[in-house]
């Protein structure tokens, strides 16, 4: 048997397509564990596909693994590797304040939706970095401050107690 342009038969390219695959394994396992360093996480990965199939499967159960994996070393960190990217979780909340506090286009890329950009515009917050980032933060921190929170609240009660009376009536 000849392969289609007759130069290689089909006994030779078997075994240089099953070397390759098995390349292409060991360098993406290789990639994911120098990454990865002392970073809790599965010690081996589906290639290109990673956690995507536990994820799509049982989402709560997924994010509940990656949050215990990430407080076992109670370093506040787990990592992981989905379709294709390596992924860091990050439980703690003043890591996550450092993290933030730096964000820049080079360091890393917030995946929140493999649509988000269609979904939330590319001008939203999570798709920002540098002063562009801070000052969309700077501009928004009011609407979280004890006193505008306390106001929602009294707010959001007035409503749902209005909902209940009309629901009962």
């Avoid at 007759?6 to 990639?31: R, Y």
């Avoid at 929602?152 to 009536?169: G, K, M, N, T």
């Amino acid at each position: 048997m000849e392969s289609l342009l007759g130069l290689v038969d089909l006994h030779t390219a078997a075994p240089l397509l099953a070397a390759a695959v098995a390349l292409f394994i060991l360098v993406e396992q290789l990639s994911y564990h120098r990454k990865k360093g002392p970073l809790p996480g599965p010690p081996l990965v589906v290639p290109f596909l990673g956690s995507a199939a536990h994820m799509i499967r049982d989402p709560t159960g997924f994010w509940e693994a990656q949050a215990a994996r990430a407080s076992k070393l109670g370093a506040g960190l787990a990592a992981d590797f989905i379709l294709g990217r390596f992924m860091v979780f990050i439980s703690d909340s003043e890591l996550s304040n450092r993290v933030f506090a730096n964000v820049r286009a080079d360091a890393f890329q917030l995946v929140v939706h493999p649509f988000g950009k269609k979904l939330f515009g590319d001008n939203n917050l999570m798709y920002l970095f540098g002063d562009n980032h801070k000052d969309l933060r700077r501009r928004i921190a009011v609407n979280f401050t004890p006193r505008a929170l306390s106001t929602y609240a009294a707010i959001q009660h007035r409503v749902i107690l209005s909902h209940l009376r009309r629901w009962l009536d």
